[in-house]
């Protein structure tokens, strides 16, 4: 089982920057990718970013040039730096990790408990 400890989330006022960290423990050989997940009230669950173990990214167009993830694989951590925020980026975000020891091994996915950010004035 993977553990996931997210933080950084909270209430900021538009055009503010938050950080969210989200750190893995317990089974974390396999982790190839890290991913933040946002929604908002009303919304479906949407992929704000990702992050593969060779560092290549993808990232909702909503946050292109504002949110930037990273990952520290030593630390066995991902980010997501959010610059510019607006009213629109309020919701709930959850950090979420896929393993797979081997290729021909199933894919589990992991969900952190979320981490309430809030972008208002």
Known sequence: Q???VESGGGLV???????????????IFGIS???WYR???GKERELVALITTRGSTNY????KG??????????????????SLKPEDTAVYYC?????????DPKYYYWGQGTQVTVSS
């Open 2 to 4: 993977v553990q996931l």
């Open 96 to 104: 979420n990790i896929m393993r797979q020891v081997t290729t021909t």
């Open 13 to 27: 006022q538009p055009g503010g920057s938050l950080r969210l960290s989200c750190a893995a423990s317990g089974s």
């Open 66 to 83: 504002r949110f930037t993830i990273s990952r520290d694989n030593r630390k066995n951590t991902v980010y997501l730096q959010m610059n």
């Open 60 to 63: 909702a167009d909503s946050v």
């Open 39 to 41: 929604q908002a009230p």
């Open 33 to 35: 990718a890290m991913g």
